[in-house]
């Protein structure tokens, strides 16, 4: 179908079908294949345009799910590259596909190997696979030593970074990730205005939406909606969705930067930190930590302490609630609007 013109839209095939039915009815395709590979045509479809190649559903964690329409041209600038910056050799690497081909992420796995001619593999234990991607939980979790490239999309720490770990900043709308550790990638342009939100420019961006708009201006740039700085060497830095940010007492608290310091208490698995609302302050500061003994979890004034010594006092969180895990997106992302509010 991919080759005789249509645009692909792929449906995560773990939604419940109320939300298979909420999202075809927003992006409004042609017809639906099944799993039997039967096409079943749909009313009120929305055409798509020559040269349109995918059109990828965003999160959809708030109100009706986006369709992204990426172009073969697209796709393809975004596949070589990515293939330029990681090396990659068809006759000697091969990609593991570990992430939901229903988001970009784990798409871009797809087409880098397609447009590339590199073997793909879907078997973890495959022994010839060489590059991977994966969210920040997959990096914490898996034996990552015997890959060549890994990518890391999101916020992730280690205490001793490993040499094969490449951290990628993107989005559905960039095609997947468009600056590797910081760095853009070729026919990558990088902008931040004067209230810090990052803008970014390429071939690989999106043409617009499903519904037709287009959030790119008339230049070619994108507002991101992420806030950042560029580091003394010139390397992108990500402090978060500009949405996330906790104004505590008049003060500016980016929840990246205070779980960066929290992962590297000993007592802490993982952390997810967000703004409550607080009659005094406007916003406190939370943090919701998975322990590495859940017996004997840290507690809040040592886990301020910590943070206190690296960051400013009132970036410490003010409350601590202990979890099991955190509620994400199918994709990773750790959805800080249900964080559960309880000690």
């Not at 080759?3 to 773990?14: F, K, N």
């Not at 590339?116 to 914490?140: E, K, M, Y």
């Not at 999309?153 to 280690?158: E, F, I, Q, V």
Request: glycine fraction near 10%.
């Amino acid at each position: 179908m991919w080759d005789d013109g249509d645009a692909a839209l792929p449906v995560d095939s773990r939604l419940p079908a109320p939300a298979v039915d909420e999202l075809l009815d927003a992006l409004r395709p042609a017809f639906v294949v099944e799993a039997t590979g039967a096409r079943c045509a749909r009313r009120g479809a929305w055409p798509s345009e020559d040269g349109d190649a995918l059109v990828v559903p965003t999160s959809g964690t708030t109100g009706a799910p986006k369709g992204v329409v990426l172009t073969h041209d697209a796709v393809r600038a975004s596949a070589d590259a990515s293939n330029r910056r990681l090396d990659v050799e068809a006759s000697h690497d091969a990609w593991l596909s570990l992430l939901p081909v229903a988001h970009i992420g784990g798409l871009s796995v797809i087409t880098r190997s397609m447009l590339s001619a590199t073997r793909l593999s879907f078997v973890i234990d495959d022994p010839g696979v060489s590059l991977v991607s994966v969210v920040p939980t997959q990096a914490n979790r898996l034996d990552l030593s015997r890959f060549r490239v890994v990518l890391v999309g999101g916020s992730s720490d280690w205490r001793q970074r490993p040499a094969n770990i490449v951290r990628t900043y993107g989005m559905t709308e960039t095609g997947s990730g468009i600056a590797y550790d910081g760095r853009p990638l070729d026919g990558v342009e990088i902008r931040i205005d004067g209230a810090g939100e990052i803008h970014v420019r390429g071939p690989m961006l999106l043409r617009g939406y499903r519904d037709g708009s287009d959030p790119k201006d008339g230049e070619g740039w994108l507002a991101t909606g992420d806030a950042g700085t560029f580091a003394g060497d010139g390397r992108l830095q990500v402090d978060g969705r500009i949405g996330d940010v906790i104004v505590t007492g008049g003060e500016k608290v980016w929840p990246a930067a205070v779980e960066k310091v929290m992962r590297t208490h000993e007592g802490v698995d993982d952390v997810a930190v967000a703004g409550r609302p607080d009659a005094e302050w406007g916003q406190r500061v939370s943090a919701w930590i998975i322990p590495v003994d859940p017996t004997n979890p840290p507690g809040r004034d040592v886990l301020r302490e910590h943070v206190k010594m690296t960051l400013p006092a009132y970036a410490a969180p003010q409350e601590v609630h202990i979890v099991e895990q955190f509620p994400r997106t199918a994709s990773g992302k750790v959805r800080r609007e249900l964080l559960p509010d309880r000690r």
